[in-house]
């Protein structure tokens, strides 16, 4: 079956533009979650889904940072008046409903801010 | 900060040799995963062993678990080339079931 898709897979924009990033999930997959991954770090949560609605936010950065959830499926990152430390892989996971259930993982979007 | 600490941070080795990371961790969990990530990709879960659990296998994987050192390790045995990736630790801790906090991961190449 599919897994998580997302894009685009690699993103290259000025800074001070806004851009927005995708992720379909594993369908039938209530939760989702974004992850910002830089250079040398490890990965750093951004947001949690349950559904269309997010309970935890508290992981994004700043308000420039907003995340939306359609239909329980697809969701979109977007980032606003993008800066340069604003330059990462972003991941996105989705997991079936239930406690502590391992995440699935898509490839990334790697987010270049020149 | 809370995150979960891997060493060695990076691990070289040969082909049919062993390869064993380990894992610390400064809260209570409810659960330790391993995640593979290889150069470009997202990140693949591996093996996850419950806090009630020492030991669990899957393969060539062993993973043991520790709870009152706050530790776990990665057994990867017969290493081939294609294991050659970063290896993430991954729990659940403070009461929460869905924020996965990851350590920063120990890079393994295995040389063929």
């Known amino acids: 079956g599919a897994g998580v898709s997302q894009s685009p897979s690699n993103k290259v924009t000025e800074k001070g533009k806004d851009v927005e990033l995708r992720c379909d999930p594993i369908?039938?997959?209530?939760?989702l979650y974004w992850y910002r991954q830089s250079l040398g770090q490890g990965l750093e949560f951004l947001i949690y889904f349950q559904g269309n609605s997010a309970p935890d936010k508290s992981g994004l950065p700043s308000d420039r940072f907003s995340a939306e959830r359609t239909g329980g499926s697809v969701s979109t990152l977007t980032i606003q008046r993008t800066q340069q430390e604003d330059s990462a892989v972003y991941l996105c996971a989705s997991s079936s409903q239930g406690n502590n259930q391992p995440q699935h993982f898509g490839d990334g979007t790697r987010l270049s801010i020149l | 900060s809370q995150q979960g600490e891997e060493d060695p941070q990076a691990l070289s080795i040969q082909e049919g040799e062993n390869a064993t990371m380990n894992c610390s961790y400064k809260t209570s969990i409810n659960n330790l995963q391993w995640y593979r990530q290889n150069s470009g990709r997202g990140l693949v879960h591996l093996i996850l062993?419950?806090?009630?659990?020492r030991e669990k296998h899957s393969g060539r994987l062993r993973v043991t678990l520790d709870t009152s050192k706050k530790s776990s390790s990665l057994l990867i045995t017969a290493s081939r080339a294609a294991d050659t990736a970063s290896y993430f630790c991954a729990y659940y801790s403070g009461g929460s079931n869905y924020k996965l906090t990851f350590g920063k991961g120990t890079l393994l190449t295995v040389n063929p």
């Open positions: 062993i419950r806090s009630n659990e």
């Open positions: 369908s039938g997959h209530t939760a």
